[in-house]
């Protein structure tokens, strides 16, 4: 990731050292501050809160031995008693040069993110930053402890991978359950609230660039009065589709799809697809992309991806991005063998 930063004019906070973020987010929350900003979602390490007439931004990667004042400065300051002042400046989250290795991931460690949710990351390299890839469980059931919020973000969709989620997103009518199979498409900025889960719910989240800033929304209420399904938001649409009411089609080699029309709704940024093979012995389904990402995240069953030299045996809940103008082949599936796979297109910047 290549972050550059710019000053900021007029505004000033406070830089405050953290070594527990959700902690001291909690124990600001309680005692009256809102929180305002998280960043990033899977793994938080800075976040902003409001409240008293002063604004705090809590970073856990500060060096800073105590609280400094964050201001429009040109250069950092100290008054006569130690106090510190420093340039207040923001992240211009550039994306790096694409950098795609072969990356394949099984199992895992879980860890906690935004929401109490809990993130385990399909591509730990983030192909430079372009694109993050989240395998995300909800473990206990009922209300989620969500808010309002959006996201800076270039793309960003949920695939449900097992049990059923309450969502609700603005302008886009009353909350509903995504369940096993459903994907949802979330353009860039759109407000949404995670509400409830069940059944120990799982989800697929693919987003670029990989970090990227979540904005909270206190005085936003869900569901919104108006509903345009058809809003755009930054060039893109609101996108749900229910996987049990998509047809399976034929690709070749007795291949078959499944596909969610993301490629519509992101005017052909993304395309999202779910395969499985036909039942003769021997058959092959193979590719190659020139984007920023093609991953597989294995759904059922088991089968051979070979990507150049490397060649990989894929079980259930095993994930693979396959490099730019790399063939890649899927062979030796077994019968109930099936993969989730999202292809995102490079980023022009």
Avoid at 227 to 252: M, N, S
Avoid at 264 to 285: C, F, I, Q
Wanted: glycine share 10%.
């Amino acid at each position: 990731m290549s972050v550059t930063v710019t000053l900021m004019s007029g505004q000033a906070d406070v830089l405050v050292p953290t070594r527990d973020l959700a902690a001291d987010i909690a124990l600001l929350e309680e005692h009256g501050f809102e929180l305002r900003l998280i960043f990033p979602a899977d793994e938080p390490r800075v976040a902003e809160l409001a409240g008293y007439g002063i604004s705090l931004r809590l970073d856990s990667t500060s060096t800073a031995s105590a609280p400094t004042v964050r201001a429009p400065l040109e250069h950092a300051v100290s008054t006569s008693a130690g106090a510190t002042f420093v340039p207040n400046v923001a992240a211009d989250f550039g994306r790096s040069p694409l950098d795609d290795a072969f990356v394949f991931t099984r199992g895992g460690d879980w860890g906690e993110g935004r929401a109490g949710m809990e993130y385990r990351d399909l591509i730990p390299e983030r192909h430079g930053g372009r694109v993050i890839a989240s395998h995300i469980r909800i473990a206990e059931p009922g209300p989620v402890p969500d808010y309002v919020h959006h996201h800076d973000i270039r793309f960003q969709m949920i695939y449900c991978r097992r049990g059923r989620v309450q969502v609700v997103y603005e302008d886009q009518g009353e909350a509903f359950w995504m369940e096993a199979g459903d994907c949802v498409l979330q353009p860039p900025h759109i407000r949404h609230r995670v509400l409830a889960s069940d059944d120990g719910c799982e989800v697929v989240e693919i987003a670029s660039p990989a970090e990227h800033p979540t904005f909270i929304e206190h005085q936003m209420e869900l569901p919104t009065a108006v509903v345009d399904p058809d809003r755009d938001f930054g060039g893109q649409r609101f996108a749900f589709y229910r996987g049990g009411d998509l047809e399976w089609t034929a690709l070749h080699d007795g291949w078959s799809q499944k596909v969610f029309a993301i490629e519509d709704a992101t005017n052909g940024l993304a395309s999202v697809r779910v395969v499985k093979p036909g039942d003769a012995e021997g058959t092959t389904l193979s590719g190659s992309h020139n984007g920023d990402l093609c991953l597989f995240f294995v759904l059922a069953g088991q089968a051979l991806l070979e990507v150049g030299a490397e060649h990989q045996r894929l079980g259930v809940d095993d994930a693979a991005a396959v490099p730019s103008k790399t063939p890649w082949r899927l062979s030796a599936a077994e019968a109930d063998f099936l993969a989730l796979q999202v292809t995102l297109q490079g980023d022009p910047e």
